[in-house]
């Protein structure tokens, strides 16, 4: 298939702009990936779609090729890390190279310690930290090639803050955050750009019973300064930043989108 050339605008004219860059958005279905994915079309990306729910990822390619950007879908379960490779080579094969990663796939639990189990605490690791590191290991390999690339890892305010029943999931969170900084150290020096985004609490699919809980919605914007829960759009705007020529010379880091949670 036609690939997809370079585009030719200039960071230096207007730096956020992604025109024509080729993306690759992990957990694309819905919630935060979903938001992200749309936001780096709207910016000019094309996209390519990962997750487990192919219905889900059509939604969203149609929604992508409405703002007239290309979009295809690559259904995989992020656990099974020797997909990893193909996927990623697939997207490479379709559109000729993949300039941003947005590795957001993710799981949670809430379980305390002694709760915690085996199965649940795999299923955790596996899809926050190992599969980050297989498609991050696998993206950038084209990337410092070529020596350009964008990585961006989806963190956690709990890759910097405890939660009691939240082991695995900050351990998992955390362990992202520390890959993050050793993985942009390596790819500093080749022009690829590694970060990561903090999300404070934000309202998804996937936390739509905990927050129907009036208490529990009144107890966590209690703890958020800006005074409201986060919105997906609120960290996607953040992805398409790091995304962005506008950070290039940042290399390394959390960037915490939270509302000032981890402040107060």
Not at 10 to 20: H, K, R
Not at 50 to 58: G, I, K, Q, V
Request: aromatic share 6%; net charge neutral.
């Amino acid at each position: 298939m036609e690939t997809v050339k370079q585009g030719t605008t200039s960071g230096a004219i207007f730096p956020f702009d992604l025109t024509d860059k080729i993306s690759l958005v992990t957990g694309a279905s819905r919630g935060i990936g979903r938001a992200c994915a749309l936001a780096l079309a709207q910016a000019g990306a094309h996209v390519a779609l990962a997750s487990r729910s192919e219905s889900e990822l059509n939604a969203v390619a149609r929604e992508i090729r409405a703002l007239g950007r290309q979009a295809e879908i690559f259904p995989i379960d992020m656990r099974q890390t020797r997909t990893i490779g193909s996927m990623t080579a697939g997207v490479e094969a379709r559109f000729g190279r993949i300039d941003i990663l947005i590795n957001n796939a993710g799981a949670t639990n809430r379980q305390h310690t002694f709760e915690l189990d085996e199965e649940t605490w795999d299923t955790v690791i596996d899809t926050n930290l190992k599969a980050a590191f297989f498609c991050a290991q696998a993206a950038a390999k084209g990337m410092v090639e070529r020596r350009a690339g964008k990585i961006v890892n989806m963190a956690s305010t709990f890759s910097v803050v405890g939660r009691e029943g939240r082991v695995a999931y900050c351990a998992s969170k955390g362990g992202l955050l520390q890959m993050t900084r050793a993985m942009a150290l390596e790819f500093a020096p080749f022009n690829v750009q590694v970060n990561a985004i903090g999300p404070g609490p934000t309202v998804t699919e996937g936390r739509a019973e905990l927050f129907s809980d009036p208490l529990r919605v009144k107890q966590t914007i209690a703890k958020v300064p800006a005074g409201r829960l986060l919105k997906p759009e609120d960290i996607s705007y953040a992805a398409v930043f790091l995304a962005s020529a506008a950070a290039d010379m940042i290399v390394g880091q959390l960037l915490l989108v939270d509302g000032g949670y981890t402040v107060s």
